[in-house]
């Protein structure tokens, strides 16, 4: 469905071109005074200064232009030269009608479809997930989801860190604590077992304890390098061995995303790309865009209009070694060579933003991906605690994302259980679905770039701007639809009609604009936009709730045109939390 802004833009233009006047001032906004219009124009303005003539002349011309149209109810020209509008609510309601026949409640999909990428989650193997990996996975699977309700096909790839040094630590560990093991014997010639010789828990411990050593012991240390060079450079034991690491912890991690809502189309690594480096890097020196500065292997990036200093992209260190860069070079050489997508997006950590600037040039100069392929980085700012400083437990340490989620469920259950006579099970089931919207609105509403204070008390309060707010809403309604239904009611063929009071008629307003929110949220990848929509749409919901009587409306009519009014509010915002990640429970 054409967007009613839309539409009445275009009427707005006939109506200045039947005046002889140049339908580019025809310009409507949304009103920023709605107590006294719903849309405006200001066009009469910019157009009496070109003519000549008094403002306020014009828009008097205009408004009688306008006289009569069915699509206002209200048409005024107001000193100095506004032209203030009110739709008419006939229209309005018919305009709902169109939503609510159409499954995707008048939303197009894009007309050129693309192939979209997308980078996010990049947990670091046998790591456990922490509060630092939240937002790129929230923020992530959300843009991946607008992405795909606008028809595109979005792969997304959760980058594993899983190539480093933090894999030769963990050999170095384990072959100390058990160095009988099949994995360390040169010699050995049969199958290594099945089995990996560790658990979860115990990679987890192992980790921490092997990167402490190193930093105290420089022995160790070289032992860990040494060990990730092997096994970089084939040794079969530390290869097996790895493999056990990459399952085990995988596992563990595909546990924690499901709980998040969060799954990815590809689980690649930083290892799948290390055989594309060699072919790649000896392009980039045929081709004369890498040089050798200090015994390093560079790409110089800069370019004129800089304004600070973009440093070169160092491709291989002076012994030969690949960085973090040269992955992420090669990760694009493959992404290019599988999936040839029209864009790769990166959501990760904004103090990347120089790095992957460097990346970027990197990639166009020496044309590992064409010129229309958009390249775009997506940086988020840091989750902060109450005092200001980056999210901790109460003694000080890393918060494990499993632990914030624990307790943000229990902290719902407590809630739930509180004041209802709720089955333990659905109690449970409802206090997770609560919780996940309380972290992921949280989370969402903000605008990706800025850090904002993880208030575990703000985000799961029923009021105010968050997202059990969202839910209690949709939960509200839904009450209200069931008692309707049983009461021997059928939701079918009820359809909105002409709004009676003022907060029907802002509740229809607000509805009237979901078709443009998710694509231009899309478009700027952006989803506190939807975030934000969806506030104003449940305070519109709510407010016509608490002013209008609607199961005890005696005018059958009216009762069934608010029953439409409420189940269309419901699917524009169960679409909207479904984009956003989260889902609402029956009741709460
Ligand atoms: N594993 C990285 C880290 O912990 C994040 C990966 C981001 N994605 C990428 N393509 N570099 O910092």
Known sequence: MKKLLELITEKMEEAFENQGFDKSYARVTVSNRPDLCEFQCNGAMALAKAAGRAPIEIAEQIAGELEGLDLFSEV??????????????????AYLKGMQQDERLGCEKTEKPETIMIDYGGPNVAKPLHVGHLRSAVIGE????MGIFMGNTMIGDVHLGDWGLQMGLIITELKERKPDLPYFDPAFEGNYPKEAPFTIAELEEIYPTASAKSKEDERYKEKAMQATYELQHGNKGYRALWNHIIRVSVDDLKRNYKR??????????????QSYIPEMVRRMKDDGYAYISEGALVVDVKEETDTKEIPPCMILKSDG????NTTDLATIVQRMGTFDPNEIIYVVDKRQELYFTQVFRCARKTKLVSDATKLEFVGFGTMNGKDGKPFKTREGGVMRLETLLNEIEEKMYAKIAENDTMPEDEAHETAAKIALAAVKYGD????????YIFDIERFTSFEGNTGPYILYTIVRIKSILNKYTAADNSLEGLYVGAANSESEKALQL???KYNGVIE?????????????YIYDLSNACNHFYHETKILSEENEGLKRSYIALLDLTRRVLETCIRVLGFSAPDRM
Do not use: T
């Open 260 to 273: 998040l809502d969060v799954s990815f189309e590809l689980w690649k690594g930083e290892s799948d790309a």
């Open 510 to 512: 607000e509805l009237a």
């Open 142 to 145: 959300s843009i991946k989801r």
């Open 321 to 324: 070694a690949s960085l973090y």
């Open 520 to 532: 231009n949220a899309f478009q700027e990848l952006a989803p506190h936009k939807v975030c934000s």
């Open 76 to 93: 005024s020209a107001v000193k100095p030269g506004f032209l203030n509008l009110k739709l008419s609510e006939n229209y309005l309601s």
């Open 444 to 451: 969402l509403s903000n605008q990706a770039s800025k850090d």
